[in-house]
């Protein structure tokens, strides 16, 4: 009995196998042919294809871009493959099949006219989560639908143009920069400003780090930038990451959440204006109910966050991401265009002249947005070096991209279901059948024709657009208003060309080393 009992569990458990084996042959042979189809319909044909040394997981591509981001050749490297391989060539990450393209029509579909064929992906995910957990950056479908919607209205115009604002910054910033013709990294002071605007803008007090630059919160910020530079490591590495130990990373992670968690506990704990006055009245006012109290009437951005929701780790991810876009993108941005400016003395003459037209007063939101100069000369600082140089989508179904295949890469190219399309903005900005054979060279003149297209994506493009661009433009455009009131000249004071130091954005590693001459 007990021999019959065996038997048929046998029986059973290969019964069971089989039909497995059959049901996954038949999904294996059903998409094989449906793919088949879908590629005569458009008639795909394959792009130039990345010679790997390692043909099943592309190792050897993993080493060498870690070699080359250790080197401060990441971009460079980039670069370089789109010229040897095209504008789409196809290549291997460990377990993805990867898609490279910079065809502006390319890019449109994955980021517009195919959006729901697309995804962030597990790999991001797995990446990022740790830091900044579920916020708008990793979310997909309805997540992050209702996400993007409770973000939305703090970055109308009427709230990111609170010019008052940024003058107090200005203010601390101006000061800060030596007036004798010594030496100073105004990189490092683009990330206290853009810190102390974001912080005041987001919690309704500053982190004050332009005139505190010494002070306990200095361990905070540390940590913040080291654990970006994490995450960055963590994507390069993929599922590699999973089993190396990564001890000071979430140490930085932990430090950086237990920091925002303070500030999310004081906006759930926030008093009605009610609540205030009668407190004010009865003379029970401590320091924190004092500035609450002068901060009655200012919009700030987590108390109107806190009124969608109660969750404390959805609030506190949420202002992780918008810390890291108001901080880094506008810092990265300004470093970088620093950085040009103290090599062409005749741009930082034209802005100059521009601002002259102001007499020393404080420029208006209608006189920052007529200042043409200034405009060109940002669009052009982000077209050569954007903030975020790389990223990527990965495919939810099979799916095809208009073109990059065959012998002219002008034929549509089939898209593996989980594939990583990857588009590289830094290579993109630079095709010089698109921007002229000038495309290396910085000449704002050229914006005085061009238009804005997908072959510009400084801020991406269709659905998840940056909804903080404004902000980040409006503060760059008033900052480099505000110091060319105050300072005739640039001197340089680096030999060294611009390199790449990236975390989640790109920006000068050489830092910005100049002498400013005060008007």
């Given amino acids: 009995m007990l021999q019959g009992f065996k038997d048929h569990f046998f029986e059973t458990i290969l019964s069971l196998l089989a039909i497995a084996i059959l049901r996954f042959t038949y999904n294996v042979v059903g998409s094989k042919i449906s793919q088949k189809r879908l590629k005569r319909q458009h008639g795909c044909q394959q792009p130039a294809r990345y010679h790997h040394k390692d043909p099943f997981l592309g190792l050897d591509d993993v080493w060498e871009t870690l070699r080359a981001a250790k080197a401060k050749e990441f971009l460079p490297r980039i670069r370089r493959q789109y010229e040897k391989y095209g504008n789409t060539f196809s290549s291997r990450?460990?377990?993805?099949?990867?898609?490279?393209?910079?065809?502006?029509?390319?890019?449109?579909?994955?980021?517009?006219?195919?959006?729901?064929?697309?995804?962030?992906?597990?790999?991001?995910?797995?990446?990022?989560?740790?830091?900044?957990?579920?916020?708008?950056?990793?979310?997909?479908?309805?997540?992050?639908?209702?996400?993007?919607?409770?973000?939305?209205?703090?970055?109308?115009?009427?709230?990111?143009?609170?010019?008052?604002?940024?003058?107090?910054?200005?203010q601390h910033l101006i000061p800060a920069i030596p007036c004798d013709g010594s030496t100073v990294d105004l990189a490092t002071l683009f990330f206290r400003l853009t810190q102390d605007v974001a912080t005041d803008f987001m919690f309704g007090e500053s982190i004050e780090s332009l005139l505190h630059p010494d002070s306990e919160l200095a361990l905070f910020l540390s940590a913040f930038q080291e654990a970006q530079i994490g995450l960055e490591e963590r994507w390069r590495l993929g599922s590699l990451a999973r089993i190396l130990p990564q001890p000071t990373f979430y140490r930085n992670v932990a430090l950086v959440h237990s920091y925002f968690e303070r500030h999310v506990e004081k906006a759930l704990e926030y008093r009605s204006p009610l609540e205030l006055k009668e407190a004010s009245e009865t003379g029970k006012i401590d320091d924190a109910l004092q500035t609450r109290l002068n901060n009655e009437g200012r919009y700030i951005f987590l108390r109107e966050l806190a009124k969608t929701t109660q969750n404390k780790l959805v609030l506190r991810d949420e202002l992780l991401s918008v810390f890291l876009a108001g901080r880094d993108t506008t810092a990265s941005l300004l470093s970088n265009l620093f950085f040009v400016f103290a090599r062409r003395s005749d741009l930082w003459l034209k802005i100059r002249e521009e601002v002259e037209s102001l007499d020393g007063a404080l420029p208006t939101l209608e006189q920052m947005s007529s200042m043409v100069n200034i405009r060109n000369i940002l669009s052009e600082s982000l077209r050569l070096e954007p903030p975020v140089p790389c990223n990527s989508r990965i495919a939810r179904k099979d799916t095809v991209l208009p073109i990059g295949g065959g012998a002219d890469g002008l034929s549509p190219v089939f898209v593996q279901k989980g594939s990583m399309v990857a588009y590289h903005v830094t290579a993109l900005h630079r095709r010089k059948d698109l921007w002229g054979e000038d495309a290396n060279e910085f000449k704002p003149e050229r914006w005085e024709k061009e238009t804005v297209s997908w072959a510009y994506l400084p801020f991406n493009g269709g659905p998840r657009v940056c909804i903080g661009q404004q902000f980040a433009l409006t503060e760059a455009t008033y900052t480099i208003i505000r110091l060319a009131q105050h300072f005739k000249a640039i001197e340089n004071r680096d030999t060294l060309p611009w390199i790449e130091s990236i975390s989640l954005t790109s920006t000068s590693g050489n830092g910005v080393k100049v002498a400013m001459t005060p008007t």
Avoid: C
Wanted: glycine share 4%.
């Fill in 93 to 170: 990450f460990l377990t993805y099949p990867v898609m490279n393209t910079i065809e502006p029509e390319n890019i449109q579909t994955v980021l517009s006219t195919s959006f729901n064929d697309y995804e962030i992906g597990s790999r991001r995910r797995e990446a990022f989560s740790p830091l900044l957990g579920k916020s708008i950056i990793l979310l997909e479908g309805q997540q992050w639908e209702h996400s993007r919607a409770r973000l939305r209205p703090s970055f109308k115009r009427s709230q990111v143009a609170d010019l008052a604002r940024f003058e107090v910054h200005l």
